[in-house]
Each structure stands twice: as structure tokens, then as C-alpha cells.
Nanobody
Framework: QVQLVESGGELVQAGGSLRLSCTAS????????TGWFRQAPGKEREFVAV???????FYADSVEGRFFISRDNAKNTVYLQMNSLKPDDTAVYYC?????????????????WGQGTQVTVSS
């Protein structure tokens, strides 16, 4: 059972930056595909970014060029660097992980989830 703990969410002004972190309990975390999703009030959880275990990354169109996902395997931690933040980026951000995930953009494909961290972008 992989346990994921997110951190780094806070209130930030539009145009600002934040870095979210997600630390895993699993020592073999580097073998997992790891992703970030977000959920705004009244909306479904949506895909943000994912990093395959072997390094390939994918992003939602809405964050392409502004958000960057990376991983430090030595620290069992995946990061989401968020730049040029907009009020529409306001949501609870969740870290997710799974092995050999099919259909990376669908939340149901990931068996492991963190508890979420709140990001609020003020205008």
C-alpha cells in the first residue's frame, strides 16, 4: 500500500508561483507513474500532469507551458511547479500514483491518492 502526502498549497496572487510536493511511503516509488489532478468546488476531478516512471511527461492543455512535473527518486517525492497562476487554477490538488497506468488522464486508473492540498489564486 503506497501512502502519498501532498504539501505546498496556499493562497497566492494571480501571476505568482507555487511548488507542490508529494512524498511517497514506498521505497520503490520510482517504478510508479505519478500524476497530479485537481478538483474545484462543484466540478469533477481533472487531470493536470503526469510523469511516467521512465520520465515521459504529459500536461493538460490548460496548464501546458506554465506547470512542470518532476520527481526526485532519492527522496520518493514528485513535484508540481506552477507558474503564472490564474484564478481558474484554484482547486484542491491531488497526487496520484500507479504502476503501468493505462489512460493516464483518467483518475479512476490510479489506485493510490494523497489527501489533497488547497491552492487558492486571488485576482
Amino acid at each position: 500500500q503506497v501512502q502519498l502526502v501532498e504539501s505546498g498549497g496556499e493562497l497566492v496572487q494571480a501571476g505568482g508561483s507555487l511548488r507542490l510536493s508529494c512524498t511517497a511511503s514506498e521505497r520503490t516509488f520510482n517504478g510508479y507513474d505519478t500524476g497530479w489532478f485537481r478538483q474545484a468546488p462543484g466540478k469533477e476531478r481533472e487531470f493536470v500532469a503526469v510523469r511516467r516512471s521512465y520520465g515521459t511527461t504529459f500536461y493538460a492543455d490548460s496548464v501546458e507551458g506554465r506547470f512542470f512535473i518532476s520527481r526526485d527518486n532519492a527522496k520518493n517525492t514528485v513535484y508540481l511547479q506552477m507558474n503564472s497562476l490564474k484564478p481558474d487554477d484554484t482547486a484542491v490538488y491531488y497526487c496520484a500514483a500507479g504502476m503501468n497506468v493505462v489512460s493516464l488522464r483518467y483518475p479512476a486508473r490510479y489506485p493510490y491518492w494523497g489527501q489533497g492540498t488547497q491552492v487558492t489564486v486571488s485576482s
